[in-house]
T-cell receptor
C-alpha cells in the first residue's frame, strides 16, 4: 500500500535548536518525495522536493531508500519556521500529479 | 500573477443536498487536482483533470465527481451530502502533468454539512 507516515503530530523546540521532522513512506515503485508547508493563515505551498536537492529556508531533506525515509532537517530553528509541515509522495513516472500526504506535523518554535 | 482561486470560501449545506465547488487555476496551468482535508484523515486525493479529461481518481464514492472546462477551470460536485463530507476541499493547479511537478494550492472551500 502507498502510504506516508509522519509519526509526530506536534514538535516543539526552542529558537536556535536543531529540528528534524520525520517522514517514512511505503511505495512499491520509485517515489518522488516532497515537503509542503502551511504557515498560519496561508495556503499550502511547496517547501522542497528530493529531486532538486536544494536547501530552502535552511531546510534540507535526504531521501534514504534503505530506510524509506525523507526526514526534514534544519540546524537552527527560527520562530518564523512555526507552521504545519506535510510530507508527500507521488509515483515517479506516473501520468498525473496526484500526491499522497502524511497527516502532518505542527512545528512550534518558541524563544 | 494571481494564485489558485476557489469559490465559495465557506458553504453550509443540509444532509441530502448537493453542492458544487469551483476552482480557477493559475493562468497557463492545465492540470487541476482536488483534495479533501479532514482532521481525522488528513489530506486525501480526490481526482485530477488535465485537458478536460479526468486522469486520476482517488478512493472516493461516486457521489464525488468533477469536470474541467476548456479554460482549465474546474468544478467538483458532491451529491447526496452526508455529515462526513464536512471538510476543507482544496484545489491545486500544476503547469503540466507528471510526477515531480509542483502543485499550487488554493485557500480551500470549507464545507459544513448539517
Amino acid at each position: 500500500a502507498q502510504r506516508v507516515t509522519q509519526p509526530e503530530k506536534l514538535l516543539s523546540v526552542f529558537k536556535g535548536a536543531p529540528v528534524e521532522l520525520k517522514c517514512n513512506y511505503s511505495y512499491s515503485g520509485s517515489p518522488e518525495l516532497f515537503w509542503y508547508v502551511q504557515y498560519s493563515r496561508q495556503r499550502l505551498q511547496l517547501l522542497l522536493r528530493h529531486i532538486s536537492r536544494e536547501s530552502i529556508k535552511g531546510f534540507t531533506a535526504d531521501l534514504n531508500k534503505g530506510e524509506t525515509s525523507f526526514h526534514l532537517k534544519k540546524p537552527f530553528a527560527q520562530e518564523e519556521d512555526s507552521a504545519m509541515y506535510y510530507c508527500a509522495l507521488s509515483g515517479r513516472g506516473q501520468a498525473g500529479t496526484a500526491l499522497i500526504f502524511g497527516k502532518g506535523t505542527t512545528l512550534s518554535v518558541s524563544s | 500573477k494571481a494564485g489558485v482561486t476557489q469559490t465559495p470560501r465557506y458553504l453550509i449545506k443540509t444532509r441530502g443536498q448537493q453542492v458544487t465547488l469551483s476552482c480557477s487555476p493559475i493562468s497557463g496551468h492545465r492540470s487541476v487536482s482536488w483534495y479533501q482535508q479532514t482532521p481525522g484523515q488528513g489530506l486525501q486525493f480526490l481526482f485530477e483533470y488535465f485537458s478536460e479529461t479526468q486522469r486520476n481518481k482517488g478512493n472516493f464514492p461516486g457521489r464525488f465527481s468533477g469536470r474541467q472546462f476548456s479554460n482549465s477551470r474546474s468544478e467538483m460536485n458532491v451529491s447526496t451530502l452526508e455529515l462526513g463530507d464536512s471538510a476543507l476541499y482544496l484545489c491545486a493547479s500544476s503547469l503540466r502533468q507528471g510526477s515531480g511537478t509542483e502543485a499550487f494550492f488554493g485557500q480551500g472551500t470549507r464545507l459544513t454539512v448539517v
